[in-house]
């Protein structure tokens, strides 16, 4: 086993002689969402082959999975009251009975990493607040 790479995320090797079981077990679970499927040393003419096996399966669930995230991410929403993915108009109310309005530009530069910026509409008047949170969102997307 010493010549398979360590890239293992999702993948156990099962090795149970009094069953004769030797393979390669991928088990993932993205939002509920589960996938597992064993892949046998003697179905795929040993455990490097198996192993390849294993692996391009997981990589195709993965690849799946983040086609299907940029899917729900990156269509506008029957929600989006803006027009803009990313971009949205909040209203905050403070407990002394104040209102404070701004845009707010929203995205991810990498997996589990969220940032945002907000675009006072008392400052920059609501026009202006929204091109700034629409430029905002495009540099940070972009970066």
């Known amino acids: 086993m ?25 088990r993932m679970q993205r939002r509920g969402e589960k996938s597992s499927r064993f892949f046998s040393d003697a179905n795929y003419g040993g455990l490097a082959h ?7 399966w997981r990589d195709a ?11 729900r991410i990156c269509d506008i929403s029957s929600r ?13 109310r403070a407990v002394n009975g104040a209102e404070y309005q ?3 530009a929203t995205w991810c530069p990498a997996l ?12 920059h008047g609501d026009q202006v607040a929204f ?5 905002a969102r495009k540099n940070g997307v972009g970066s």
């Open 112 to 123: 589990g990493v969220r940032k945002s910026v907000k675009f006072s509409v008392k400052k």
């Open 80 to 92: 989006n009251a803006s027009g803009v993915i990313g971009v949205s108009r909040v209203v905050v």
């Open 102 to 104: 701004f845009w707010q």
């Open 131 to 135: 091109r700034l949170a629409i430029e």
């Open 61 to 71: 669930v993965l690849t799946e999975w983040q086609r299907s995230e940029r899917a």
């Open 50 to 56: 198996a192993y390849s096996a294993a692996l391009a």
């Open 2 to 26: 010493s010549d398979i790479p360590a890239k293992t995320y999702g993948l156990a090797r099962v090795e149970i002689p009094s069953v004769s079981s030797f393979g390669w077990q991928v």
